[in-house]
């Protein structure tokens, strides 16, 4: 097996450039690449497009600011395209100033357009929003009988995730909950860079038991 | 005189006695959530976290906290024994697919045509629909969990949803502080009421049209 | 959580209904439910519809009867949808002679159609199989020019798996290039039997390991 | 004048070297997966298997087969160290997802077009695409491997495929046992010749349109 080049956060950082369509896992806080995310806001890149299941939650009071929460404070979104913007009233307010756009994407039609495009699939077909606003511009295909939305593929060119353990060939374990859009994430985009809380040999995870296969992985990053 | 107050214990108590054991259930944030602590004792329900979780646990004791275990809310949780994890994918996948008997969750609004409305008031809130759209669109079957009045003593079930709709047509039952009732053909049927609340304060208080169905009765 | 019935394989076999659509699991001799295929040639149930990947290594000389090759031969089958029959020399002749239809799917849609049909999809876009016979009938679809073909969902009626392990809850695990459809089948079929090589207490499968969730399961057998 | 000998080694050989470190790789079942002897030292590829495993070794040694652990073709085979396993949906998702690079396959014909047949002759042998059509609508490049003539004296390399598609314009490149072809614009375009071949020979035992490329050159 080929070994993936270990690099700093900074380096991984650097990697994303503006105008990138850039995926990061993680769910309300919970699996984020939380080191990368921070490199990101580090860099100053801006104008980058979003695609997460949030905006992270964001609590002055609480000093709660998590996800990608310290992104959208730094403005280094042009496009948010997400399933939730509740707990981060800093999203609300620069959609509502009309400083970024924000896309509400129902969470289960935004998993399988992020699995579509790591897939090589054009799209599927969900039910999921019919008659609602989310139909809005769709082509609604009828099948026996059911109404479903065309729903397409939403690739990216970065992404940064979260895994447990990567061994030194990129293959990746999660953990609980913390696996959530990581995996298809990994799928979906061009450059895949993962950060890791542990680094192990190759050889050392059970073949049957990762979760995603070495090939999707570009670059390693070791977790602070 | 009936003088309404707000109950939401009794909303989470009746709608705990709708599983049997081996159901999967999903249980929205916040008074949905509440469900969980009223399921009777000998019913075994499985809880779903559509962040990728099947058999969700209580809430940890303080300090045994484990930041990769959360619900979809982002709170810390447990997981019982013979539970697993999934990524998002597979999570709506279960939702979806339809292996999820019930899901159980908040509204803004509901009406008598099954529509619901929870996940934005234009040019006020977005919060974002999250997962709901997804849960209603396809849980076997959809209970909606609200306190019967707003504070303006309008009720929240409607004849039309004025709100943007979460989904068209997929609500099956609606719980409030005040009864139970079947939503179909064009209607809330009220199946079971809520003491002090009787079936005539109900249809009076509702903005939207009720029907009382034959066998309704007291819930206790 | 609630256990599942553990039952025969016989038990399990008396599910299966004329007229229904059965999955079976396994690729070429490799992770099938062996025990259940052979119930279900004794139980001599007829006008089926096979799902599968193939329908085995049927080789007389050699002694090699595997996957569904025993309920080919028994003609259990009016329709075969599968991916391969090539090893089977009693398929292809069932079809020349018009005994049983052979509907072929290239693999990687069959297991999309699979999964689209357990995930509540109506179906998915694949550019596999576009300026082929695979398209004569279905519909097209053009997304930044590129085409793609509309395949639809293939539920079943009774999925019949293999596992290597199966907690008594019917969460599963599977082994090697054993798992291949397995897992997608248990999400796609009313009634799911898994047949089992060892069944655990519940608690003895590490829930980040587990490949099948236990909701998924309805019945267990266990293998000879 | 030159007699035509099959020759499956020099194909095997001569696709080995498109490979580079780290490319992810399918190998077909029969000729193709003779290539696989060939991979230059220090190249490593990462062999895919469409039933679900990466990281494919060689075969096991007598005895030593799991009756769990199979190539596409239903034959024991050993997984190596870093390799690891998936199921079916996942697998076609890296295939058809152009997560591999190189998809080697053999033929019952390619014509000038890039499309190639391999699966059906009507009325005569069906034994189903299986995995073919996914893995060459889907990785990056299509390499067919072939000898050049049919026992008829016929070249596999065709105007236009008279058999029923496994893909339409997807292959880029054809190897055979008397030379390597890149397809595109309507011909293929002779890159390399194996001796005691030569271009000439080449052009007229090809039933196509054949372009000696300016470079081209005898690979050894």
């Known amino acids: 097996m080929i070994e993936k080049p270990v690099i700093s956060a900074a380096e991984a950082a650097a990697m994303v450039k503006p105008g990138h369509v850039v995926h990061i896992g993680g769910f309300l806080g919970c699996g984020n690449p939380d080191a990368l995310v921070a490199a990101l806001v580090d860099s100053g890149t801006k104008n980058l497009t979003l695609v997460c299941n949030d905006t992270g939650i964001y609590n002055e009071a609480k000093g709660i600011d998590n996800g990608p929460a310290p992104l959208i404070r730094a403005k280094a979104f042009k496009t948010i395209i997400v399933s939730h913007i509740g707990t981060n009233p800093e999203t609300q307010r620069q959609m509502n100033a009309g400083e970024s756009e924000v896309v509400l994407v129902p969470q289960g039609t935004l998993a399988e357009r992020i699995r579509a495009a790591g897939n090589g699939l054009g799209g599927i077909l969900t039910p999921t929003g019919v008659g609602t606003e989310v139909e809005e511009g769709k082509q609604k295909i009828t099948l026996k009988g059911k109404d479903f939305l065309l729903e397409v593929a939403l690739p990216g060119d970065v992404a940064l995730i979260k895994a447990k353990r990567a061994d030194k060939a990129g293959n990746l374990v999660y953990s609980k909950t913390a696996r959530n859009f990581n995996p298809i994430m990994a799928t979906a985009c061009q450059t895949v860079i993962v950060e890791a809380e542990e680094i192990v040999e190759i050889g050392e995870l059970d073949p049957d038991q990762v979760h995603t296969p070495s090939i999707f992985v570009d670059f390693i990053v070791q977790a602070e | ?220």
């Open chain 2, 1 to 220: 005189m009936i003088e309404y107050v707000e109950n939401k214990q009794i909303i989470a108590r009746r709608i705990a006695r709708f599983f049997k054991s081996g159901d999967v259930v999903n249980l929205g944030i916040g008074l949905p959530t509440m469900v969980g602590n009223f399921v009777p004792e000998g019913v075994t329900v499985i809880l779903q976290s559509e962040n990728g979780l099947m058999g969700l646990g209580p809430a940890p004791e303080k300090g045994h906290e484990d930041k990769d275990l959360t619900n979809a809310g982002g709170m810390p949780v447990t997981v019982l024994t013979g539970g697993c994890f999934f990524d998002s994918a597979t999570s709506f996948g279960i939702i979806r697919g339809g292996h999820v008997d019930f899901t159980v969750l908040g509204v803004l609004e509901v009406d008598q045509e099954g529509n619901l409305a929870n996940y934005k008031i234009p040019g006020k809130m977005v919060p974002g629909m999250g997962g709901a759209m997804d849960l209603v669109a396809g849980s076997k079957k959809v209970i909606t969990a609200t306190t019967h009045l707003e504070k303006s003593g309008t009720s929240k079930l409607r004849t039309r949803c004025a709100l943007p709709l979460t989904a068209a047509h997929e609500v099956d039952i609606v719980v409030t502080d005040v009864g139970y009732f079947d939503v179909h053909d064009g209607a809330f049927h009220l199946r079971e009421y809520f003491a002090p609340y009787t079936p005539e304060w109900i249809v009076e208080h509702t903005n939207a049209t009720v029907v009382v169905d034959p066998g309704c009765f007291e819930f206790a």
